[in-house]
């Protein structure tokens, strides 16, 4: 069979690519560990306030575990609870967040945290928190009239 020239040239760079771009999602999940955000942990929405964590939202330390502290959030329209909050510095933390009413959005400025917070799921991210400083956190998912005033504050202190 006669493969003309420039179908050659394209078919093997079609192919580098594929597995180019198939190794780096490889590596990415098998070897650096990344995964999408856990959506497998379920709550009943209708009764965040009685279970727990979310009993007790705030920082809680923690032994054991692969992390030191867990920050735990409940969202409901239009704030978080707690509404500020103190993490000390360098600490690896757990941020767990539920809804209780509809879809927010769980985005801390200047950090790589942005978690969808869905009603009947739990969302997961673990963190270092390495700067002293204010961070703001915003939600970033239309849930209302008073979306835009949806937010909260973690000071990271030594
Ligand atoms: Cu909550 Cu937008």
Known sequence: MHVHKYE?????FGI????VFLSVVGVSAFYAG????SCLTVIDPEK???TAPF??????KVEGKDWDYELVFVAQAFAYTPGD?????????KVIATSKDVIHGFEVAGTNINMMVE???ISEHITTFDKTGEYLILCNEYCGAGHHMMMSKIKVVE
Do not use: F, R
């Open 8 to 12: 050659k040239i394209w078919l093997i």
């Open 16 to 19: 580098t690519t594929l597995i």
């Open 34 to 37: 990344n995964q999408p955000p």
């Open 48 to 50: 965040v306030d009685t």
């Open 55 to 60: 009993n007790e939202p705030g920082l809680k």
């Open 85 to 93: 909050v103190e993490v000390p510095l360098g600490a690896k933390v």
């Open 119 to 121: 009603p009947g799921y």
